[in-house]
């Protein structure tokens, strides 16, 4: 398979602390690659860098073998979509905000107009095109979100825990239609999430970060069923006691 | 008492008499105001958004003295622009004083600080996600400005006001680098200023209050356009 995006000695500091520093990312055509850790691991920030949303003080993104300099970074950030934690949107209606993006790529009003109606159709949220999209509940406007993101039609598509500010019902139904949207696009994602759930249901292969570094990447199977550090090896059996607790409570 | 009220009577038969005098300094202050406040949005906005979005040395130095510029006294303006553009000044070749070219530029130099600090603090409220969001979606800089310009039109808008009501009540620059000359550079605050020192408070009181109307129509405008935000964004 070929390898869509590269992140090559990547490090990042803020106020001379060290945020990240990973050596080697890359994404396969068409695979979907989850980034685990716990709060502060440095998910979010390696998610900017290969979104080409933040600078690194060191290291270089390739996009399809091409090394992505200064002046390419906006034509190449228009092949990619980012959905983030907390839907925003601007001062508009959903339907003009899902259009934004193919506006801003120079597609004409109406043709963007379709296109955001058929993705609203598929995120089943058809009935909110003309609605104030500030106005939107958060499971809505996380389905908005999406139904932005996939519009754009990217060839990578970034997704910075868009299910962890969901309700339980809502994450579920969420989950199932973006999971049903994925497979038929076979659109190449980079996930990042605290929840190994998720990357078991999704994932094809998995990077697991801590204080900003890599400490194991593989299958998820194989994450789960050989980590490699014991920092790694509580981490799971805390999930697995969270999730006996959350059994026994319902 | 009835000095006021023999003003508002003089003022309402200018307006409805269409007096000629009248209508052509109205009409003249709203030009050179307008083109001014234009001109100092020009400057301002792309100003604003550098200021706003990055992050450089100096950068709060620079904040503080446009808030500082907020509150140049225009006698002041008046004289640096006066000087500047004196016949034996360093822009004196270019034979501007006493024209309304000389205003317009006195009033530019008053709105651009009150307009840019306004349209800075505008912009910098505009959530820094929400920038982010905007980059993912792969803007240029030039949408980028545009699109935080439009999410924050309305205090944009009233930092237009602000600046626009600043150059058009002041006197002491226009009366400065304008001369107040009848037919050419008169406004209607010097126009006011001419009419109380010859007495003629009638007169001056009619100025006023055309100067009052104009300042009311531009708070109106703004206040229609902020209660149709809030419709909007309820729905209703």
Same mark, same amino acid.
């Given at each position: 398979?070929?390898?869509?995006?590269?992140?090559?000695?990547?490090?990042?500091?803020?106020?001379?602390?060290?945020?990240?520093?990973?050596?080697?990312?890359?994404?396969?055509?068409?695979?979907?690659?989850?980034?685990?850790?716990?709060?502060?691991?440095?998910?979010?920030?390696?998610?900017?860098?290969?979104?080409?949303?933040?600078?690194?003080?060191?290291?270089?993104?390739?996009?399809?073998?091409?090394?992505?300099?200064?002046?390419?970074?906006?034509?190449?950030?228009?092949?990619?979509?980012?959905?983030?934690?907390?839907?925003?949107?601007?001062?508009?209606?959903?339907?003009?905000?899902?259009?934004?993006?193919?506006?801003?790529?120079?597609?004409?009003?109406?043709?963007?107009?379709?296109?955001?109606?058929?993705?609203?159709?598929?995120?089943?949220?058809?009935?909110?095109?003309?609605?104030?999209?500030?106005?939107?509940?958060?499971?809505?406007?996380?389905?908005?979100?999406?139904?932005?993101?996939?519009?754009?039609?990217?060839?990578?598509?970034?997704?910075?825990?868009?299910?962890?500010?969901?309700?339980?019902?809502?994450?579920?139904?969420?989950?199932?239609?973006?999971?049903?949207?994925?497979?038929?696009?076979?659109?190449?994602?980079?996930?990042?999430?605290?929840?190994?759930?998720?990357?078991?249901?999704?994932?094809?292969?998995?990077?697991?970060?801590?204080?900003?570094?890599?400490?194991?990447?593989?299958?998820?199977?194989?994450?789960?069923?050989?980590?490699?550090?014991?920092?790694?090896?509580?981490?799971?059996?805390?999930?697995?006691?969270?999730?006996?607790?959350?059994?026994?409570?319902? | 008492?009835?000095?006021?009220?023999?003003?508002?009577?003089?003022?309402?038969?200018?307006?409805?008499?269409?007096?000629?005098?009248?209508?052509?300094?109205?009409?003249?202050?709203?030009?050179?105001? #307008?083109?001014?406040?234009?001109?100092?949005?020009?400057?301002?906005?792309?100003?604003?958004?550098?200021?706003?979005?990055?992050?450089?040395?100096?950068?709060?130095?620079?904040?503080?003295?446009?808030?500082?510029?907020? #509150?140049?006294?225009?006698?002041?303006?008046?004289?640096?622009?006066?000087?500047?553009?004196?016949?034996?000044?360093?822009?004196?070749?270019?034979?501007?004083?006493?024209?309304?070219?000389?205003?317009?530029?006195?009033?530019?130099?008053?709105?651009?600080?009150?307009?840019?600090?306004?349209?800075?603090?505008?912009?910098?409220?505009?959530?820094?996600?929400?920038?982010?969001?905007?980059?993912?979606? #792969?803007?240029?800089?030039?949408?980028?400005?545009?699109?935080?310009?439009?999410?924050?039109?309305?205090?944009?808008?009233?930092?237009?006001?602000?600046?626009?009501?600043?150059?058009?009540?002041?006197? #002491?620059?226009?009366?400065?680098?304008?001369?107040?000359?009848?037919?050419?550079?008169?406004?209607?605050?010097?126009?006011?200023?001419?009419?109380?020192?010859?007495?003629?408070?009638?007169?001056?009181?009619?100025?006023?209050?055309?100067?009052?109307?104009?300042?009311?129509?531009?708070?109106?405008?703004?206040?229609?356009?902020?209660?149709?935000?809030?419709?909007?964004?309820?729905?209703?």
């Amino acid at each position: 398979m070929n390898t869509v995006i590269e992140g090559k000695d990547i490090m990042v500091r803020i106020r001379g602390k060290e945020l990240l520093d990973v050596k080697k990312i890359g994404l396969k055509k068409g695979e979907i690659f989850a980034v685990i850790g716990p709060n502060g691991a440095g998910k979010s920030t390696l998610l900017r860098v290969m979104a080409l949303l933040q600078v690194p003080q060191r290291g270089e993104i390739y996009f399809k073998g091409e090394k992505i300099t200064q002046k390419e970074r906006i034509r190449i950030r228009r092949k990619m979509a980012v959905v983030f934690q907390e839907p925003l949107f601007l001062n508009d209606t959903v339907i003009e905000n899902i259009a934004l993006g193919l506006r801003i790529r120079g597609i004409k009003h109406r043709e963007a107009i379709e296109r955001a109606k058929y993705w609203l159709e598929r995120f089943k949220v058809e009935k909110l095109s003309n609605r104030w999209a500030r106005s939107l509940s958060g499971g809505e406007a996380q389905r908005v979100s999406l139904a932005r993101a996939f519009a754009l039609e990217p060839e990578v598509l970034f997704l910075d825990e868009p299910f962890s500010n969901l309700d339980v019902f809502i994450r579920e139904s969420l989950i199932a239609d973006f999971f049903e949207v994925l497979k038929t696009t076979g659109i190449t994602t980079f996930f990042i999430t605290h929840d190994l759930e998720e990357v078991m249901l999704f994932a094809n292969r998995v990077m697991v970060l801590m204080g900003g570094k890599v400490v194991q990447e593989g299958t998820p199977q194989e994450l789960l069923e050989n980590p490699k550090t014991d920092e790694l090896k509580r981490f799971i059996q805390a999930w697995e006691r969270f999730k006996f607790k959350m059994l026994r409570m319902l | 008492m009835d000095t006021i009220f023999e003003g508002l009577k003089k003022a309402i038969v200018m307006l409805v008499t269409l007096d000629a005098d009248i209508y052509r300094i109205t009409l003249f202050t709203l030009k050179v105001s #307008g083109l001014a406040t234009l001109i100092s949005l020009a400057i301002s906005l792309p100003a604003a958004f550098f200021i706003a979005i990055k992050e450089f040395p100096g950068k709060n130095f620079l904040i503080s003295l446009a808030n500082l510029g907020m #509150g140049l006294p225009p006698t002041v303006v008046g004289l640096w622009v006066c000087l500047l553009l004196w016949r034996s000044g360093p822009l004196g070749r270019l034979r501007l004083i006493y024209t309304p070219t000389a205003i317009v530029i006195a009033q530019t130099v008053i709105a651009t600080p009150v307009i840019l600090a306004l349209v800075t603090a505008a912009l910098q409220q505009v959530d820094k996600k929400l920038r982010l969001h905007i980059m993912s979606l #792969g803007a240029t800089p030039l949408q980028m400005l545009f699109l935080m310009a439009k999410e924050a039109r309305y205090s944009i808008l009233a930092a237009v006001i602000a600046g626009f009501g600043a150059i058009v009540s002041e006197v #002491g620059a226009s009366m400065m680098v304008g001369g107040n000359i009848a037919g050419y550079t008169r406004v209607l605050t010097t126009a006011i200023v001419l009419e109380t020192s010859k007495g003629n408070f009638e007169d001056a009181l009619a100025l006023s209050f055309i100067l009052l109307l104009m300042a009311y129509l531009g708070t109106m405008a703004l206040t229609y356009l902020q209660q149709r935000r809030h419709e909007d964004e309820y729905g209703n």
